[in-house]
């Protein structure tokens, strides 16, 4: 199996840039990703599973990853471009657009992940992602991209359905794996939220996504999954760790993916 895309999402729930490299921080992320998020003067995270508005912010990222332009679905005339060091005009901005005030976090090295234990990129297989458009004809691949929103996607001439549930083991286990020169550490199956049945630029849900996705699931399990890790089978793609040692190397899209 060989990394095949790479996806990084520089602010948290907005959208994601495909690279071909990227290089893991101190803190153990890939570099830029998730490193920015929104949040209310409250402190609470403004994501999908707080705001369908989320759907219909689009973002696009100057290429060293310095610069920002946002915009509203469907309305280009609301596009503005705005410098990450000038956080001001940018906060107004999303104020605006969500219709409450916001401002915008910042964390460099360890970004803003779900899970604190398992802060590393998350891991799919284009065959997985492939199998759930079988299971939903309205979603193409590039929407399950999108709903799921992995970072890294694997493939292959071994490539099958839900390959990677090789990436984790029995609970209270890592299960150490190598892409190229990085080493990681496959923590669980991720367990999903609202916002995967939800088509990623309009917000509509598709009626019934997680009862057909669990049952769809639990029917697909292959026989190398460790059952006892799903509790229930709303959980896709696999979360990860990087330990402090890879600090500083780079993932290549094309590099081979070892278990062991």
Known sequence: MQLQRITIFPIKTLDGVEVREARVTAGGILEHDRIYAIADREGKVVNGKRTPRVHALRS??????????????????????????????????????????????????????????????????????????????????????RRFRANLEIGGDEAVPFWEDRLYGQPETLTPFRIGSVSFFGHNPCQRCAVPPRDQSTGEAITGFQKTFMERRKATLPPWATVSRFNHYYRFAVNTSVPPSEAGKTLRVGEELRLG
Do not use: H, I, K, M
């Open 60 to 145: 696009e990222f100057s290429a060293d990853f310095r610069e920002v332009a946002l915009w509203e679905e469907g309305v280009p005339s609301t596009r503005a471009q705005f410098a990450f060091t000038e956080a001001d005009p940018l906060q107004r901005w999303l104020s605006a657009f969500f219709g409450f005030e916001v401002e915008l976090w910042s964390e460099p090295q360890s970004g803003f992940p779900d899970d604190r234990a398992a802060f590393g990129p998350t891991v799919v297989s284009e065959a997985s992602l492939r199998e759930v458009t079988n299971w939903f004809p309205d979603v193409t691949l590039e929407s399950a991209r």
